[in-house]
């Protein structure tokens, strides 16, 4: 089975409308099955797309399994909760 994103979140400063020039991105990317080869696969991603505009922004990506990040939301964590809250997705 081929391990796939299913939704890219934005959150923090750029969600909130609230970011400096100098902010980094913050994402967070739900996938089927999180794995060292498909977290490797969104570093790559980010850091390509960082080289091209000179690494402005900074991209910072929190991986999870969509299992995972609604479990934790259903917990009440809250930096899950805060995503969820405030998130945008891209």
Known sequence: MQKRVIKF?????RARGVAA????????ALVDEK???IERALDDLAYGVMWDFDFKPVISIKVFSEERFRSSTEKGMSFYRHV???GIPV
């Open 84 to 86: 969820e809250k405030e």
């Open 9 to 13: 979140i934005l959150y923090g400063s």
């Open 35 to 37: 794995t060292p080869e």
């Open 21 to 28: 020039e100098d902010s980094d991105l913050d994402l967070v």
